[in-house]
C-alpha cells in the first residue's frame, strides 16, 4: 500500500520540526552557557576514548563550593585532544547544571555552533521537500493563461480604467 503525498509530506515535515526543535535547543543551550556560565579552573581525572570519541573527565569546584564532575566530549574540548591526567584546564559551566553543562572555555565558534547549524539546515532542507511533496498533491501546475481575445483587441485609450474613455 502506498502513502499519498500528503501523508509523505506531513511525515518529512514532521522529522523537519523535531529537528528544528532540537536544533533550537541545543542554541539556546549554547547561548545560556555563554551567557550565564562561570569560568572556573578545572583537573583533568582521566582521559579515555569511546568509539574514537576523547571522554575527558574533569573535577571543579564550583561557586558554591561544592565539587562537580563533569565528562566532556570532543565537542565539548572545542576538538582538542591533548589533554592529560593530573593537567589543569578552564571550564564553563552554568550554575544551575554543572555536572550536566562543563564544556572547555577556550572552545572556538564551531564548536560551539556546529551541531544548531548542521541540525537548523537538515531542517529546513526537509521543509523545503515536504512542501514540494504536498504541492506535487495538492496543487496541480497551472497551463498557458488565456487571456479574452476582446482584451487584447482594446485600444490602449479605451481601456477600462483610462483617463480617455468615453
Given amino acids: 500500500m502506498r502513502l499519498g503525498y500528503a501523508w509523505q509530506a506531513a511525515g518529512v515535515f514532521a522529522v523537519a520540526v523535531v529537528l528544528g526543535t532540537w536544533a533550537a535547543i541545543d542554541l539556546s543551550n ?7 556560565g562561570v569560568v572556573v579552573a578545572a583537573r583533568v581525572l ?3 576514548y569511546e568509539r574514537k570519541d576523547v571522554q575527558v573527565k574533569v573535577e571543579f569546584t564550583t561557586q558554591d563550593g561544592s565539587v ?3 565528562v566532556l566530549d570532543k ?8 589533554a592529560r591526567a593530573g593537567d589543569t584546564m578552564n571550564v564553563r559551566y552554568d550554575p544551575e547544571n554543572p555536572r550536566g553543562s562543563a564544556a572547555k572555555s577556550t572552545r572556538g565558534f564551531y564548536y560551539r555552533y556546529i551541531w544548531s547549524f ?4 537538515i531542517a529546513a532542507g526537509l521543509v523545503y521537500v515536504s512542501l514540494r511533496l504536498f504541492r506535487k498533491r495538492h496543487l496541480p501546475e497551472l497551463g498557458p493563461v488565456v487571456v479574452p481575445q476582446d482584451i487584447l483587441n482594446w ?7 483610462s483617463d480617455k474613455t468615453k
Fill in 75 to 82: 565537542n565539548a574540548m572545542g576538538g582538542d585532544e591533548r
Fill in 68 to 70: 562537580a564532575r563533569s
Fill in 118 to 121: 548542521m541540525l537548523g539546515s
Fill in 30 to 36: 549554547e547561548i545560556k552557557l555563554e551567557r550565564n
Fill in 155 to 161: 485600444p490602449n485609450e479605451t481601456r477600462p480604467g
Fill in 46 to 48: 582521566s582521559v579515555g
